[in-house]
């Protein structure tokens, strides 16, 4: 949990459901602001953690809030963003020093149909594509309001009323855009594996994804 104690606040970030998005336009509530040229220090000062009781316990008397994603949408978003636009995989340092052979830049039924041996090679995918409720917990009955990440104006809008305090959102990131992968895209056994996946998820989030 990201907790902002003067304002009675706890956010859960869910990797690739807007964290870091969210993180940037909280960050403007703490008493340091983010460096302009270090992408990384929302993250590295507000954190993302998986789920843990205890900790979330301590934040019952806080106003707590997390952001989740359409669990497949957010898969595809997995591709596009950290191969296509990051390219990450030719970064990993198992892929570099050759102990893992598989292609860097894999099309999306490879990829998916290989997830698993990509998340063993790269931390940043096995990140980004755990499941949600690892990050949230499995009952979001437990939080004051869920958001979706396809509305972030509404956090800073609810935030901004909370905290007395003039919120944005931060300027979209400069990168090249890429096409949406859309699930149509790909060959049948893919989808199979990729709803399989988001599966538990989408039984998790049963009742908040369209109320989201």
């Known amino acids: 949990m990201v907790d902002f104690e003067e304002f009675e ?15 940037t336009a909280l960050a403007t509530l703490g008493k340091t602001l983010p460096e302009a040229d270090d992408p990384a220090w929302v993250h590295n000062h507000m954190p993302t953690r998986r789920f843990n009781s205890e900790t979330f316990a301590r934040s019952a008397d806080f106003w707590r809030f997390t952001v989740i994603r359409d669990p497949i949408e957010r898969l595809l978003a997995v591709y596009t963003d950290l191969i296509l636009g990051r390219d990450v995989l030719a970064y990993a340092a198992d892929v570099r020093r050759g102990r893992i052979d598989m292609p860097t830049r894999p099309d999306p039924d490879f990829f998916f149909q290989n997830l698993d041996r990509y998340r063993a ?10 499941k949600q409720m690892v990050f ?6 437990a939080y ?28 979209p990131a400069q990168v090249v855009s890429h096409e949406p992968l859309k699930m149509r895209d790909l060959k049948p056994e893919t989808r199979a594996i990729i709803r399989a996946e988001a599966a538990a998820d989408y039984e998790a989030f049963s009742g908040f994804l369209v109320a989201a």
């Not at 958001?147 to 003039?166: F, H, P, Q």
């Open 9 to 23: 606040l706890a956010y859960a970030p869910v990797p690739k459901a807007g964290s870091t998005v969210v993180k």
């Open 136 to 141: 949230t917990g499995p009952d979001l009955g």
């Open 121 to 130: 090679a790269s931390f940043a995918i096995k990140h980004h594509a755990m």
């Open 144 to 171: 004051d309001h869920i958001y979706d990440a396809g509305r972030l104006g509404d956090v800073v809008s609810d935030l901004s009323c909370m905290t007395g305090r003039r919120i944005t959102l931060p300027p």
